[in-house]
Nanobody, 123 residues
C-alpha cells in the first residue's frame, strides 16, 4: 500500500521552529521527487519546497528558502522540512507529496499525497 504520513506539526510562537517529517511506504522512494505543499485557511494549496532523489532542491520563494530546509533520508524513506523563524503567515496544513516527473513545483506532477499536518504559528 502506497502511503505518505506526515508528522511534526503543532502550535509554535512566532520566531520558533518546527521539523516536519514524512514517512513513505509502498513506493520506490529513492527514485522519487518529494515535495512539501501547504494550504492556509481560505486559500489554495501552494508549493513550498521539493527535493529530488539526488538531493537537489527548489523552494517556492526566497523567504521560504531563507528559513526552511528540505532534506531526505533515502535509507529510511523519509523527507523532512526544517522550518525556522516561523511567522503567523506560515500557518497552514502542510502536505507531503511524491512524484516521478523531476524537480517541479506543480501539484499535478505529484501523484501520491499524505493527509497533512497542521502548523499553527501564534503572534
Amino acid at each position: 500500500q502506497v502511503q505518505l504520513v506526515e508528522s511534526g506539526g503543532g502550535l509554535v510562537q512566532a520566531g520558533g521552529s518546527l521539523r516536519l517529517a514524512c514517512a513513505a511506504s509502498g513506493l520506490t522512494f529513492n527514485r522519487l521527487t518529494m515535495g512539501w505543499f501547504r494550504q492556509a485557511p481560505g486559500k489554495e494549496r501552494e508549493f513550498v519546497a521539493a527535493i529530488r532523489w539526488s538531493g537537489s532542491n527548489i523552494y517556492a520563494t526566497d523567504s521560504v528558502k531563507d528559513r526552511f530546509t528540505i532534506s531526505r533520508d533515502n535509507a529510511k524513506n523519509r523527507v523532512f522540512l526544517q522550518m525556522n523563524s516561523l511567522k503567523p503567515e506560515d500557518t497552514a496544513v502542510y502536505y507531503c507529496a511524491a512524484g516521478d516527473t523531476g524537480l517541479t513545483p506543480r501539484q499535478g506532477d505529484y501523484d501520491t499525497w499524505g493527509q497533512g499536518t497542521q502548523v499553527t504559528v501564534s503572534s
